[in-house]
């Protein structure tokens, strides 16, 4: 918190909300400023010798546009204020809708589609075989991407925890370095208040029989059924967080089940003779037992059932260890060094896919702020990742980055950022060197509640272990190394208006904004003849993919979102949701007429319309919702699938599926709750609910409707 006096002199609260100021005897103007409340006022009267103390009771802003965030410049600020396009996710939305793991919640979130667990903000990733991500993923700033394949384990995040999950939109390489690419997910965990706080949830569900009957595959209904709980309290100057959970689900497709436990600790002690320092430690571990789906049977009775030679059952454990110091001046100033040890290990029935991986993580970060609410945040980072693994063999690698950005108040109603980053890759020996990245934006405040903003960013992804290496043969779809892989580049722009809205009981914000991407060296796994040496005459055991290098990329479109609360008579209302158009191409291909008719200059797996949105009201102690995602079609995928000699062999019946079901779709959740007492909730979430039959990557149908009923305690 902000203190002033006079508007000439001030200070800084520490973490505990106490500071002090010196001033003379006379009338003064005390002012108390925090991101995300109301502005306080208290007048005093000093005389010669006093020494007067006093609380300040801050309250919380009811504005959507003073919501607080922090993954925009690594310090706290408004929503209205930052440069770039920004979602924020609370943990209401996770809670009131069952979510299990965070990339439920991320599908329903405009401009944000998750294919098989690949994360893409506005087109900005396709399907890469479960190999590398463009999104980095935070949990409370710190990577939290495995070594090895360099993708997000959805089901390990601590989602019975969550503050809140922010996500940046475009290239952020600057403040996070490779994998930010494409954006930026941070999920925020929660530390107690005042008052100690314990929620359970227990929940069980179904999943209902096809559309079409020829898709029923087993007796019965699929079931799921599980357990969290989260724990929060003050015990001195000690914060403890605790929270665990258990889930079981049957999986609505062959031999795609999973059955997991996780349990996560979160210990910050607050220094009482040492103001503003504090020490922290994070755990999470879980062990898991999956299946996963790879690959049909056919297209029809077969769809939902596993091709044999694809099974592959595992077990697996998830561990990561966070050991953090900060300290904060009464001037505001901060330093903190936040380390992680984030280890994944996987076990399978056939041990030439097993694989292990450790990263530690290290970032010193230093905060300036000077009293014009200008912010200078620098830092740097080192980690170090060894892989023991079949599936790709062993390999050590490191990296090493310095970083700086700077927030400025020039005007007072603009606010001008840039920043710059250089990084180190090393790979078993070999160095890879980034090239300075540079960001640039700007936000003016317009009018009392319209905010106009702009903004560049460069970005890069050296790519994974598992995109350079693997090796392996999943049924009739082989895929082969390409240690010669090189790093993709590009850069994201924006321009886009943020408008606050208010008109009797309702608030909320309208946002309009204008994307445009480009990368080079973009990696995709691509199909063809690949032998061992060149000079070979090639056998179809040569025939699969392998990533590449396969040039340029350009995505530019137009999103709209609107937030908004408020009530309608007796009935209080909350709506959320947007829409985003998106034109993703390769430039290169755009001088073939024919091809651009066929429209196969359209960068695959990707959609050029995404609707999202989702509504709930609430009166008396009843809620109900509904929530809305459409998805045109998916215009382009590999042409191999298509094709009707090899595409049949890789998929028995893709290709007449693609031309008779590979369609846009709607798909409508409902949900209905009913808060018995201030402490019992009791909901029911019917997802899919008009049983629609979608696609999402080739062989992987999604799933029908199905029913969970959700008991939560709030002690």
């Known amino acids: 918190m902000n203190i002033s006096a006079d508007r000439r002199s001030g200070t800084a609260s520490d973490q505990n909300g106490e500071f002090s100021l010196s001033l003379d005897p006379g009338e003064h103007i005390i002012k108390f400023y925090y991101v995300g409340y109301a502005d306080q006022q208290k007048e005093l009267t000093l005389r010669a010798g006093d020494n007067i103390r006093f609380e300040i009771q801050m309250e919380q802003s009811s504005e959507m546009l003073d919501e607080v965030v922090i993954s925009a410049g690594k310090y706290e600020q408004k929503l209205s204020e930052v440069t770039v396009s920004m979602e924020v996710i609370k943990a209401r939305q996770l809670s009131n809708q069952n979510i299990v793991s965070l990339d439920q919640i991320l599908e329903k979130t405009s401009g944000i589609s998750i294919l098989d667990g690949q994360p893409s903000i506005?087109?900005?990733?396709?399907?890469?075989?479960?190999?590398?991500?463009?999104?980095?993923?935070?949990?409370?700033?710190?990577?939290?991407?495995?070594?090895?394949?360099?993708?997000?384990?959805?089901?390990?995040?601590?989602?019975?925890?969550?503050?809140?999950?922010e996500v940046i939109k475009g290239a952020s390489s600057v403040l996070y370095g490779s994998s930010a690419l494409n954006g930026v997910v941070n999920l925020r965990t929660r530390f107690p208040g005042n008052e100690p706080s314990t929620e359970i949830t227990l929940f069980g569900g179904a999943t209902m029989n096809p559309p079409r009957r020829e898709l029923i595959w087993r007796d019965g209904r699929p079931l799921n059924a599980g357990a969290s709980f989260s724990h929060l309290r003050k015990i001195g100057n000690l914060?403890?967080?605790?929270?665990?959970?258990?889930?079981?689900?049957?999986?609505?497709?062959?031999?795609?089940?999973?059955?997991?436990?996780?349990?996560?600790?979160?210990?910050?002690?607050?220094?009482?003779?040492?103001?503003?320092?504090?020490?922290?430690?994070?755990?999470?571990?879980?062990y898991v037992d999956q299946g996963d789906f790879l690959l049909w049977q056919n297209a029809d009775s077969g769809a939902y059932r596993q091709n044999p030679e694809s099974l592959t059952p595992m077990t697996g454990h998830r561990f990561n260890m966070d050991p953090s110091v900060e300290y904060s001046s009464r001037r505001g100033d901060k330093h903190s060094l936040k380390t992680r040890l984030y280890s994944v290990k996987n076990s399978t029935v056939n041990a030439d896919q097993n694989s292990a991986s450790k990263l530690w993580y290290a970032e010193y970060r230093y905060?300036?702020?000077?009293?014009?609410?200008?912010?200078?945040?620098?830092?740097?980072?080192?980690?170090?990742?060894?892989?023991?693994?079949?599936?790709?063999?062993?390999?050590?690698?490191?990296?090493?980055?310095?970083?700086?950005?700077?927030?400025?108040?020039l005007l007072k109603k603009l606010k001008i950022s840039s920043g710059i980053r250089w990084e180190l890759n090393?790979?078993?020996?070999?160095?890879?060197?980034?090239?300075?990245?540079?960001?640039?934006?700007?936000?003016?405040?317009?009018?009392?509640?319209?905010?106009?903003?702009?903004?560049?960013?460069?970005?890069?992804?050296?790519?994974?272990?598992?995109?350079?290496?693997?090796?392996?043969?999943?049924?009739?779809?082989?895929?082969?190394?390409?240690?010669?892989?090189?790093?993709?580049?590009?850069?994201?722009?924006?321009?886009?208006?943020?408008?606050?809205?208010?008109?009797?009981?309702?608030?909320?914000?309208?946002?309009?904004?204008?994307?445009?991407?480009?990368?080079?060296?973009?990696?995709?796994?691509?199909?063809?003849?690949?032998?061992?040496?060149?000079?070979?005459?090639?056998?179809?055991?040569?025939?699969g993919f392998k990533a590449l290098n396969i040039g340029t990329a350009r995505i530019n479109g137009v999103e709209g979102t609107l937030s908004a609360a408020g009530k309608a008579g007796p009935v209080g209302l909350q709506l959320s949701g947007g829409y985003t158009f998106m034109n993703p191409v390769d430039p290169s291909l755009l001088d073939s007429a024919e091809i651009v008719e066929e429209e196969g200059h359209v960068l695959k797996y990707r959609r050029r319309h995404l609707l999202k949105g989702d509504l709930e009201a609430s009166v008396w102690k009843i809620f109900a919702g509904i929530n809305l995602q459409y998805n045109s079609r998916m215009i382009n995928v590999d042409e191999v699938f298509l094709d009707p000699l090899i595409g049949n062999l890789l998929l028995?019946?893709?290709?007449?599926?693609?031309?008779?079901?590979?369609?846009?779709?709607?798909?409508?959740?409902?949900?209905?709750?009913?808060?018995?007492?201030?402490?019992?909730?009791?909901?029911?979430?019917?997802?899919?609910?008009?049983?629609?039959?979608?696609?999402?990557?080739?062989?992987?149908i999604g799933q029908p409707r199905n029913i969970t009923v959700q008991l939560r305690l709030d002690l």
Do not use: C
Not at 460 to 467: D, G, K
Not at 666 to 687: H, K, P, Q, S, Y
């Open 122 to 165: 506005r087109g900005g990733s396709g399907y890469s075989y479960g190999a590398g991500s463009r999104v980095m993923m935070l949990v409370d700033d710190l990577p939290m991407i495995s070594a090895d394949a360099g993708d997000i384990k959805w089901n390990y995040l601590p989602v019975e925890n969550v503050n809140q999950v």
């Open 426 to 543: 090393a790979l078993d020996g070999d160095l890879y060197y980034s090239i300075p990245v540079v960001r640039a934006g700007l936000n003016y405040q317009a009018g009392d509640a319209t905010f106009l903003r702009a903004s560049l960013g460069q970005g890069y992804r050296f790519p994974s272990v598992a995109e350079k290496y693997t090796e392996t043969a999943i049924g009739a779809l082989k895929i082969f190394p390409n240690p010669d892989l090189e790093p993709e580049r590009g850069w994201s722009a924006e321009l886009g208006v943020k408008q606050g809205l208010g008109l009797g009981s309702w608030t909320g914000f309208g946002d309009l904004a204008l994307f445009w991407t480009e990368y080079s060296n973009m990696i995709e796994f691509t199909f063809g003849v690949y032998p061992p040496n060149p000079d070979d005459i090639p056998t179809f055991d040569d025939v």
């Open 652 to 700: 028995p019946g893709f290709p007449q599926y693609w031309e008779d079901h590979a369609t846009a779709y709607t798909m409508i959740d409902f949900r209905l709750g009913w808060n018995i007492t201030e402490m019992i909730r009791v909901t029911a979430i019917l997802r899919n609910a008009f049983n629609v039959e979608y696609l999402g990557r080739p062989g992987d």
């Open 239 to 286: 914060d403890l967080s605790l929270g665990g959970n258990y889930f079981k689900d049957e999986g609505y497709r062959e031999g795609n089940y999973e059955n997991r436990i996780r349990g996560n600790l979160g210990l910050r002690y607050r220094f009482k003779k040492v103001q503003g320092l504090s020490l922290g430690l994070a755990a999470s571990a879980m």
């Open 367 to 409: 905060l300036k702020r000077f009293r014009s609410r200008t912010y200078w945040t620098s830092g740097i980072s080192f980690s170090k990742n060894n892989i023991i693994a079949n599936l790709y063999e062993n390999h050590r690698g490191s990296n090493a980055s310095i970083y700086s950005q700077v927030d400025a108040n």
